[in-house]
């Protein structure tokens, strides 16, 4: 199984980032999709998830700046982040579950101010 993610970067604040994750190895259309992350010295916290069924749900700290998608053709998941804040700085984690957890590398956030 592997979840590589990408679209990463540095962005200014108010700006915007696209992240794609695409997925191998799982029958992807199965899997409910997630996007996690992590800050410095925190712990990983839960932005957005998208289930096989398309319903989404999102973190307070996101709700109408991100938006999480999938395209069950091309295996992969997407979150679009508009006015970034430097507070969304963190290392961004895909998820898949279906009955079990699978995680991708990660991909790095860096919002300045």
């Known amino acids: 199984v592997q979840l590589q993610a990408s679209g990463g970067g540095l962005v200014q604040a108010g700006g915007s980032l696209r992240l794609s994750c695409a997925a191998s190895?799982?029958?992807?259309?199965?899997?409910?999709m997630g996007w996690y992350r992590q800050a410095p010295g925190k712990q990983r916290e839960l932005v957005a998830r998208?289930?096989?069924?398309?319903?989404?749900n999102y973190a307070d700290f996101v709700k109408g700046r991100f938006t999480i998608s999938r395209d069950n053709a091309k295996n992969t998941v997407y979150l679009q982040m508009n006015s970034l804040k430097p507070e969304d700085t963190a290392v961004y984690y895909c998820?898949?579950?279906?009955?079990?957890?699978?995680w991708g590398q990660g991909t790095l956030v860096t919002v300045s101010s």
């Open positions: 998820n898949a579950h279906y009955w079990v957890d699978y």
């Open positions: 190895g799982i029958i992807f259309r199965l899997n409910h």
């Open positions: 998208i289930t096989r069924g398309g319903t989404t």
